[in-house]
């Protein structure tokens, strides 16, 4: 399937206080590259991202943000109870010598979380451990949407290659019909050219070295296999890019390459002005081809 190089997906998420965001941006690219910004506490999970994204986006330059924001509580701190529990204890046995002269004793809930141990930093295995299922989940949805918009701008990219494919199918069908005339004119004019110079020698040519010289002449130029190669790439070409389960990008760019050389050969064979300006037609359509191609994943 023809699909673009250039997307852009995002997903958000709100959990315990801690909200998620994902950002994915992806720019043309022989091979694929990756780049991964994460928050410090989960860095460690770069290498499964970068599978997850190698295993969605086969080809581009992949750059991918992370974002958690949330209270300091809800990202990093939990409650000691144990320690908690240990300062209720003594501060009841406290209590129980203030009711015995009649004090009255208050206890706040909030001032026991500042006592030293009771609220503790979680260690980054803990916040790895709840943030890591929701940054794949998060990721995959980014990339989901990343790929879609790939698919959209690759149907353009696509129409515009069969369009080339066109032009160049037609222009071969043209040097094709043209060919074999070449090689009848060419003979004509030899004969002319040659009967004109010797006309005042009162000479004649040998029709069999004219012969001989017109079958030489034919088998230099001779394009018809370059032409069935062409039209085979052009074939390839069609059904490679209506694959559905592959990225195809630089297989087409190989192609591509391909049917320019076969361009290149009929060039330079080709003694002809017509077969020589349809020939420059069918270069330009081929680098429109390998431009386009370029940018499919």
Known sequence: MIR????????????????????????????????????????????????????????????????????????????????????????????????????????????????????????????????????????????????????????????????????????IDQIAERAPGVIGEYHTRLTNRVNTLMASSELKVNEQDLIREVAIFAERSDISEEINRMRGHLEQFEQIASNKDESVGRTLEFIAQEMLREANTISSKSNDAVISRAIVEVKGAIDRIKEQAANVE
């Open 4 to 171: 673009s190089m250039t997307g852009f997906g995002s997903a958000n998420e709100k959990v315990d206080g801690v909200h998620y965001g994902v950002e994915l941006r992806s720019l043309n690219n022989r091979y694929f590259k990756a780049t991964i910004k994460l928050p410090e506490e989960i860095a460690s999970l770069e290498a499964e991202l970068d599978a997850l994204l190698r295993h969605k986006l086969n080809r581009g330059s992949i750059t991918l943000l992370v974002k958690m924001q949330g209270s300091a509580a809800s990202v990093a701190d939990q409650i000691n109870e144990q320690a908690l529990l240990t300062y209720l204890e003594k501060l009841e046995s406290l209590h129980a010598r203030f009711a015995e002269r009649e004090q009255a004793v208050r206890i706040d809930l909030t001032t026991l979380l500042a006592l030293p141990g009771v609220l503790q930093s979680a260690d980054d295995s803990q916040i790895l451990s709840k943030a890591r299922p929701i940054i794949l989940r998060l990721t995959e949805i980014a990339c989901d949407k990343a790929l879609a918009m790939r698919v959209t701008e690759g149907q353009a990219v696509a129409d515009d290659l069969a369009r080339q494919r066109q032009t160049i199918r037609t222009h």
